[in-house]
């Protein structure tokens, strides 16, 4: 069992930076491949980043590239998404997920585990 909780949400302007936070439990945390879904108003839910355990594969959707860095914290059990250049169409709530297979992530978009998810809005 994995409980996932997110922080780090809020209101900001365009251009701005925001860094979302994603603190699990459970011991097997560290072999579960972590991410982060957005679902934007009246939109479908999409994959925006992804990160595998051991660090060596990431993925990337392509409206965050150049923008948007996952990273991991094992010791803390955390994973963190630094977002940058905010534009007002990232404006969405945000979920943590957490799954032990990458193809969860990649290809079917239904990891196991999600967090209760957290606000961003962007103002332009």
């Known amino acids: 069992q994995v409980v996932l909780i997110e922080s780090g949400g809020g209101l900001v302007q365009a251009g701005d930076s925001l860094r979302l936070s994603c603190a699990g439990s459970g011991r097997t945390f560290e072999v579960y491949t972590m991410g982060w879904f957005r679902q934007g108003p009246g939109k479908d839910r999409e994959l925006v980043a992804a990160r595998n355990c051991k660090g060596d594969s990431t993925h990337y959707a392509d409206f965050v590239k150049g923008r948007c860095t996952i990273s991991r914290d094992a010791a803390k059990k955390t994973v963190n998404l630094q977002m940058n250049n905010l534009k007002p169409e990232d404006t969405a709530v945000y979920y943590c997920?957490?799954?032990?297979?990458?193809?969860?992530?990649?290809?079917?978009?239904?990891?196991?585990?999600w967090g209760q998810g957290t606000q961003v809005t962007v103002s332009s």
């Open positions: 997920a957490a799954d032990l297979s990458w193809a969860q992530f990649t290809q079917t978009g239904l990891p196991s585990y």
